[in-house]
């Protein structure tokens, strides 16, 4: 049974308890498979949404910013675990503060502006389903429904100047579990 003392930490994928070849292989396919999937599926939202007059609602203007988000994950993130997953743990690109930040920058980013967007899509059903239809009309207009797609960017982007410092608190503790929470974040 794999233990939080059996993890390296150079490795580069974020659930590495064993660092065999065979589970670094296994991890990065399973990365390159949900990479693929992940980025054909939002992709094709974002097509349907814009393709069709009928689909451009204010709701589904929220799941396209968050299908934007996953994209970053999905189509920038994991790729970049699948391929760090098969180069050799003492590897020095794996090691460069630099690249790990970006990599969680990515992660961080696409993962709050995706929640923010799930959050603004459950809140206009609630306002659609309890208030009356104008009150829904006047707080969804365009430009109101624009400011509320930014401010998810925004405040997901607001942390970035703070990263250096969190990213070295981050890695003076190395236990495994979050690094497990990754993979389960990805499915």
Same mark, same amino acid.
């Given at each position: 049974m794999p233990n939080a003392s059996s993890w390296s930490a150079s490795s580069p994928l974020l659930l590495l308890w064993e660092d065999s070849s065979g589970t670094r292989i296994f991890?990065? *396919? @399973?990365? &390159? !498979? @949900?990479?693929i999937s992940g980025t054909l599926s $939002?992709?094709? !939202?974002? %097509?349907l949404v814009f393709?069709?007059?009928? /689909?451009?609602?204010?709701?589904n203007a929220f799941i396209v910013n968050g299908c934007a988000a996953d994209l970053s994950v999905c189509? =920038?993130?994991?790729?970049?675990? &699948?391929?760090?997953g098969l180069?050799?743990? $003492?590897?020095?690109?794996l090691r460069s503060a630099? %690249?790990?930040?970006?990599?969680?920058?990515? =992660?961080? @980013?696409? *993962?709050t502006v995706s929640l923010a967007s799930h959050l603004l899509v459950a809140f206009n059903r609630y306002v659609l389903i309890t208030k009356l239809p104008s009150v829904y009309q006047a707080l969804y207009q365009r430009k109101h429904t624009g400011c509320m797609i930014g401010l998810s960017w &925004? *405040? &997901?982007?607001?942390?970035?100047? =703070? /990263?250096?410092g969190l990213w070295t608190l981050g890695s003076a503790q190395s236990d495994g579990s979050s690094r497990y929470t990754a993979l389960l974040l990805a499915l």
């Open positions: 991890l990065s *396919l @399973l990365y &390159a !498979v @949900l990479a $939002n992709v094709m !939202v974002i %097509y393709s069709f007059k009928k /689909l451009q609602t204010t709701s189509a =920038l993130w994991m790729p970049q675990e &699948a391929v760090l180069l050799p743990p $003492n590897s020095s690109s630099e %690249y790990r930040l970006l990599r969680g920058g990515l =992660l961080g @980013l696409g *993962l &925004a *405040l &997901a982007l607001l942390p970035v100047p =703070l /990263l250096p």
